[in-house]
C-alpha cells in the first residue's frame, strides 16, 4: 500500500513567523496535535507539536502570542512522500520515535500528513489486506517506547 491511500490530505500548516498562540489555536479549530511548518514556497521546513507549545511556555516563562513558531519547532524533520510504500514510511516512524510525518510530493511540496492514526484506521478499513495488525502494533510500540530521561529545565 502507498502512503498516498492512507495519508490524511487536509494537512493544516504554519508559517515560522507565526506566534505558538496562533499554532495553538490552528491545532484546536483542526483536532491535531501537530502543524507542519512550511516556508513561502510551502516546503516544509520543520514540526511544532502541542507538546512542544507546552514546554517552550514552561522554558521560557512567555506568553504563547509572545514566542515564534521557528523558536520552538522540531527541525530535525523526517518525511515521507506521497508514493512511498506504508511499509517504508512505518520503518521511518519506528526508527525516529514518530507519530506523524509530512508527507511531500515528488517537488517537496507538502501535500498531506501521515499519522499513527491514519495507519491504524486504514488497518481497519482494509480489513488487514494490505495494512497488517502486527506491523500497525510494531509501529505503535516502537514509537512509544520510553526514551531516557533528560534533566527537567528550571521555568525562566
Known amino acids: 500500500m502507498k502512503v498516498k491511500a492512507c495519508m490524511t490530505s487536509e494537512v493544516r500548516a504554519i508559517n515560522a513567523e507565526e506566534s505558538l498562540q496562533e499554532a495553538a489555536k490552528m491545532m484546536w479549530e483542526g483536532d491535531c496535535g501537530a502543524l507542519p511548518v512550511i516556508n513561502?514556497?510551502?516546503?516544509?521546513?520543520?514540526?511544532?507539536?502541542?507538546?512542544?507549545?507546552a514546554m517552550a511556555a514552561f522554558i521560557q516563562g512567555c506568553l504563547l502570542g509572545d514566542?515564534?513558531?521557528g523558536e520552538?519547532?522540531?527541525?530535525?524533520?523526517?518525511?515521507?512522500?506521497?508514493?512511498?510504500?506504508?511499509?517504508?514510511?512505518?520503518?521511518?516512524m519506528q526508527?525516529?520515535?514518530l507519530r506523524r510525518l509530512p508527507v511531500l510530493d515528488r517537488k517537496q511540496h507538502l501535500v498531506g500528513?501521515?499519522?499513527?492514526?491514519?495507519?491504524?484506521?486504514?488497518?481497519?478499513?482494509?480489513?488487514g489486506k494490505q495494512v497488517k495488525a502486527n506491523e500497525v502494533a510494531d509501529t505503535l510500540a516502537s514509537v512509544c517506547t520510553h526514551r531516557t530521561l533528560a534533566k527537567v529545565p528550571t521555568a525562566a
Open 40 to 53: 513561502n514556497e510551502n516546503r516544509v521546513i520543520g514540526m511544532i507539536t502541542d507538546r512542544d507549545i
Open 67 to 69: 514566542i515564534p513558531v
Open 72 to 92: 520552538s519547532m522540531s527541525k530535525n524533520l523526517v518525511t515521507t512522500g506521497i508514493d512511498d510504500d506504508l511499509s517504508a514510511a512505518e520503518t521511518l
Open 95 to 97: 526508527v525516529h520515535q
Open 113 to 127: 500528513i501521515l499519522s499513527l492514526n491514519d495507519i491504524a484506521r486504514s488497518y481497519y478499513k482494509d480489513g
